[in-house]
């Protein structure tokens, strides 16, 4: 069995408390020894890897990732209708790519081919190719998407409810072997200008949908902007909901009384990438100033109520690629007033629990699972330096090295 041991680093253990200097003892995939100074018996035959003094944190988790949209920080993209062949190295390459920046699990936000991230999941799994703990989800279901990666957004006026449909849909994906299925609840302003307040679902659809997931053993996550979608994502069991953007005093209420089963993404990262990076100025019609004010005010209100809420900003896109998705963290602390801690706590006590292991994924504590980044220097005094791969010394997955180099 192949050990190995951290020595003269400083333990961000993912619980949100200070670092500790402490040395790390890694037996096989899980973390044996979290210690002061470990014995010498413990020690002999470790491979021993000198932190330089710099920090030791769990692997980080995006909770909203999308492995298929096209785009890294290698490979530009703006289309998004490869054939499945082009599409299952697409994720693989992407997998690699957050694998490399220091992301060791992720949680899918949709893929319009989710054939494709289920054989990822299977290759990162099993260690043959380099990618994260893979969630994989379905595509993004909607009573106005006629087919993948078509969207329309015409909300439920004027159309029959039509839960069957729903069900079968949810059925199939789980059949199909996804763990997640998602459910475009509102429309998206920023794709069909002017539909993110238009809810795209009834309630009985949703109900129907939630139903379905439980009989079937996969999760939902909710795509909800409007107040009344994130109402109704939390009256039926969906785990995750991702933007929470516009809601009100109802919607805040029931996520708190949810709040020990539900995850909220807010995904600040597309944002700010629509406002300052997308090529151009925004279309009134897209929202995206309104949704960037209303979320800066939502957020710190989750926070306060005690609702866990994960970052995974939507890269993928051109204009937003994967590799750039610890960018959330920054925005975490400048537009939520979250503390540096609080941001990788987030990325990484919350991030074992949405991947539905928080009892072995997200901590630096003996018996987890090792999923290990050591960083050149304090992300703590600036988390900025999380964004730069060169100051990521050591990215360990499932107590395999994808990389190491001396850090200090």
Avoid at 57 to 86: C, W, Y
Avoid at 88 to 97: D, E
Avoid at 127 to 150: H, N
């Amino acid at each position: 069995m192949t050990r190995t041991l951290f020595t003269d680093v400083q333990i961000f253990d993912g619980t949100g408390g200070d670092p500790f200097p402490a040395e790390v003892l890694v037996e096989g995939n899980r973390i044996a020894e979290v210690s002061d100074r470990l014995p010498r018996d413990l020690r002999t035959g470790a491979r021993v890897i000198d932190g330089g003094g710099g920090t030791l944190l769990p692997g980080l988790v995006d909770a909203h990732a999308h492995l298929g949209f096209g785009s890294t920080v290698e490979h530009l993209s703006r289309r998004r209708d490869e054939p499945p062949e082009e599409k299952a190295l697409l994720v693989a390459h992407a997998g690699r790519v957050l694998l490399d920046h220091g992301i060791t699990s992720a949680y899918s936000g949709g893929n319009r081919l989710p054939g494709t991230e289920i054989a990822a999941r299977k290759a990162f799994a099993e260690g043959w190719m380099p990618g994260p703990r893979l969630k994989a989800a379905s595509w993004e279901g909607s009573a106005g998407m006629v087919e993948p990666g078509v969207y329309d957004f015409p909300g439920v006026d004027g159309r029959a409810s039509d839960p069957e449909s729903v069900s079968r849909f949810v059925a199939g994906m789980a059949e199909l072997g996804v763990d997640i299925v998602k459910l475009s609840l509102s429309g998206e302003s920023a794709v069909v200008q002017g539909t993110s307040r238009i809810v795209q679902f009834t309630d009985e659809e949703v109900a129907a949908a939630s139903r379905t997931a439980e009989k079937h053993g996969v999760w939902l996550t909710a795509h909800a902007h409007a107040a009344e979608s994130i109402k109704m994502a939390v009256r039926h069991s969906i785990r995750a909901v991702y933007h929470c953007t516009f809601a009100d005093e109802e919607a805040l209420d029931l996520l708190e009384a949810a709040r020990d089963r539900i995850f909220v993404a807010p995904t600040p990262g597309i944002i700010h990438a629509n406002l300052h990076e997308a090529g151009g100025e925004p279309e009134p019609g897209m929202e995206v100033e309104a949704t960037a004010e209303a979320v800066r005010r939502v957020v710190p209100e989750l926070v306060r109520r005690g609702i866990r809420v994960v970052p995974g900003g939507d890269y993928g896109f051109a204009w937003n690629p994967v590799g750039r998705n610890l960018r959330d963290l920054e925005l975490f602390v400048d537009w939520f007033g979250f503390t540096p801690a609080e941001a990788l706590r987030a990325a990484t006590g919350y991030g074992g629990e949405v991947m539905g292991l928080g009892d072995q994924l997200g901590l630096v504590r003996a018996g987890f699972l090792a999923d290990l980044v050591l960083v050149d220097g304090d992300p703590l005094a600036d988390i900025r330096i999380l964004q730069d791969r060169d100051r990521l010394a050591v990215i360990m997955k499932d107590g395999r090295l994808h990389k190491q180099r001396t850090a200090g």
